[in-house]
Nanobody, 125 residues
Framework: QVQLVESGGGLVQAGGSLRLSCAAS????????MGWFRQAPGKEREFVAA????????YYADAVKDRFTISGDNAKNAVFLQMNSLKPEDTAVYYC??????????????????WGQGTQVTVSS
């Protein structure tokens, strides 16, 4: 059974940085796409970034491009989201997600089969 556990969330001032981690277990992830999504209060869950487990291709939402970086460590079965230049509008619960295979719909939350419990990120102004 696939399990995803996020960590690294917290409270940070605007302009600061945080690094989220997602520890994955229960599968061979070489053929998976891993994604980060976020959900702010009263809003729908939205795509943040995704990476093919091979790490060759990465994808970003326009709102975080050039500020966030997604990466993976195959040996540790872990995926990371480095978040720089954080803004108050980045405040949300951040979720790690996994889907088997690769698809152009990497941004579609409904296409991911497995989800972590989420970690809160709060950016103060």
């Amino acid at each position: 059974q696939v399990q995803l556990v996020e960590s690294g969330g917290g409270l940070v001032q605007a302009g600061g940085s945080l690094r989220l981690s997602c520890a994955a277990s229960g599968a061979t992830f070489s053929s998976y796409t891993m994604g980060w999504f976020r959900q702010a209060p009263g809003k729908e869950r939205e795509f943040v970034a995704a990476i093919r487990w091979s790490g060759i291709l990465t994808y970003y939402a326009d709102a975080v491009k050039d500020r966030f970086t997604i990466s993976g460590d195959n040996a540790k079965n872990a995926v990371f989201l480095q978040m720089n230049s954080l803004k108050p509008e980045d405040t949300a619960v951040y979720y790690c997600a996994a889907r088997y295979g690769y698809s152009v719909t990497y941004y579609d939350a409904s296409s991911y089969q497995f989800w972590g419990q989420g970690t809160q990120v709060t950016v103060s102004s």
